[in-house]
Structures are given as structure tokens and as C-alpha cells.
């Protein structure tokens, strides 16, 4: 079983930047991608960026420029730089990790973009 702790949510103005952390626990026997997806109301969960563990990573197009996903192994914590912030990027956000033992999800934390 893994669990993940996420933090780093909350309400900002357009234009704004905030990051957010995903921290790895359990057991993890190899973790090979960490990501995050965000879910807006009335929406379908959609990916935002995906970090492998030799740090390759793909982004959405709605973030790519504005958002750096980045990872520390030696912690499994995954964090989310989100600069340029617009009020469509209002959801909850999930950390999603793939590892050889599966797929684990966090419980969400929520950016909400607004004046």
C-alpha cells in the first residue's frame, strides 16, 4: 500500500503562482511515474504533468510554460510549480503515482484562481 500526503492548495489571484508537493510513503518497491491530475467541477480528471524516475516529463498543453513538474528520488516527493495562474486552472488536484506495486492516488488538494 501507498500513501500519499499532498499540501500546497489554496486561493490566489490571476497571475499568481503556487506550488504544490506530493510525498511518497509505504510500499513503494519502484516507483516509475509520479504525476499530478486535476479535476474541475462537472469535469473529467485530466492529466496536468507526469515526471518518470529519470526525469522525463510531459505536460498538458493547457500548462506547458507555466507549470514545472519536478521530483526528488531519494524522498519520492513529487512538487508542482504552477506560475501564471488563470481562473480555468480552478480544480482539485490529485497526485497520482505509478509504481511496480501499482497505481496510488492522493486525496486532492484545491487551487482555486480568483480575483
Known amino acids: 500500500q501507498v500513501q500519499l500526503v499532498e499540501s500546497g492548495g489554496g486561493l490566489v489571484q490571476p497571475g499568481g503562482s503556487l506550488r504544490l508537493s506530493c510525498a511518497a510513503s509505504g510500499s513503494i518497491f519502484s516507483i516509475i511515474t509520479m504525476g499530478w491530475y486535476r479535476q474541475a467541477p462537472g469535469k473529467q480528471r485530466d492529466l496536468v504533468a507526469v515526471?518518470?524516475?529519470?526525469?522525463?516529463?510531459t505536460y498538458a498543453d493547457s500548462v506547458k510554460g507555466r507549470f514545472t513538474i519536478s521530483r526528488v528520488n531519494t524522498n519520492d516527493t513529487v512538487y508542482l510549480r504552477m506560475n501564471s495562474l488563470k481562473p480555468e486552472d480552478t480544480a482539485v488536484y490529485y497526485c497520482?503515482?505509478?509504481?511496480?506495486?501499482?497505481?496510488?492516488w492522493g486525496q486532492g488538494t484545491q487551487v482555486t484562481v480568483s480575483s
Open positions: 497520482r503515482v505509478v509504481s511496480t506495486a501499482g497505481s496510488s
Open positions: 515526471i518518470t524516475r529519470g526525469s522525463s516529463t
